[in-house]
Antibody, heavy 122, light 111 residues
Framework: QVQLQESGPGLVKPSETLSLTCTVSGGSVRSDIYYLSWIRQPPGKGLEWIGY???????NYNPSLKSRVTMSVDTSKNQFSLRLSSVTAADTAVYYCASKRSDHLAHPYDYWGQGTLVTVSS | QSALTQPASVSGSPGQSITISCTGTSSDVGGYNYVSWYQQHPGKAPKLIIYDVNTRPSGVSNRFSGSKSGNTASLTISGLQAEDEADYYCTSYTSTSTDLVFGGGTKLTVL
């Protein structure tokens, strides 16, 4: 069974860069799961898709965040990562990594990490 | 403001049925049969309960069902149980530049 686990600092200062890593177990980012994604949820609010990276390195980011987002994948470690620059309090949220069991873009997200709360505060 | 519109809250008594609507446009809900629904309990990650409008993943109760008419999709939960109390989010594939769009979420209260 594929499992995803987020890791990274829980507190980031305003204007700095948020960095998170998602470690995949029970499957390979090269062959078992697809569209390695990040989705966030501000406290008490709904879900927002941040973007995805394919194992080949191709990416697609939410236009509203595109200028600040960078995603990468390390197939040797079975991990993928998110960097969000110039953060503000509005970026405070629970960040989930998620992926699909199908290579079909329209397939939903089957696998989710437990989520990690990142607070932006000085 | 979310791309897909859901009611903020719905409620029902145990044993009853409820329906949650999800309204989009012809660029998402109305244009494709790729609507999904997620259930989220407090402090937990979303769980996929319906995909491709009306398909249940393995292990999901058949009390959950989905449908679509035009630009509006619906999730119906029959035989409400206390454990169904949660937030529900719809999503749809979209022809715009993003991967998918989410609804704003609906809080289900089991009275």
């Amino acid at each position: 069974q594929v499992q995803l686990q987020e890791s990274g600092p829980g507190l980031v200062k305003p204007s700095e860069t948020l960095s998170l890593t998602c470690t995949v177990s029970g499957g390979s980012v090269r062959s078992d799961i697809y569209y390695l994604s990040w989705i966030r949820q501000p406290p008490g609010k709904g879900l927002e898709w941040i973007g995805y990276i394919y194992y080949s390195g191709s990416t697609n980011y939410n236009p509203s965040l595109k200028s600040r987002v960078t995603m990468s994948v390390d197939t040797s470690k079975n991990q993928f990562s998110l960097r969000l620059s110039s953060v503000t309090a509005a970026d405070t949220a629970v960040y989930y990594c998620a992926s699909k069991r199908s290579d079909h873009l329209a397939h939903p997200y089957d696998y989710w990490g437990q989520g990690t709360l990142v607070t932006v505060s000085s | 403001q979310s791309a897909l519109t859901q009611p903020a809250s719905v409620s029902g008594s145990p044993g009853q049925s409820i329906t949650i609507s999800c309204t989009g446009t012809s660029s998402d809900v109305g244009g494709y049969n790729y609507v999904s629904w997620y259930q989220q309990h407090p402090g937990k990650a979303p769980k996929l309960i319906i995909y491709d409008v009306n398909t249940r993943p393995s292990g999901v109760s058949n009390r959950f069902s989905g449908s679509k008419s035009g630009n509006t999709a619906s999730l119906t939960i029959s035989g409400l149980q206390a454990e169904d109390e949660a937030d529900y989010y719809c999503t749809s594939y979209t022809s715009t530049s993003t991967d998918l769009v989410f609804g704003g979420g609906t809080k289900l209260t089991v009275l």
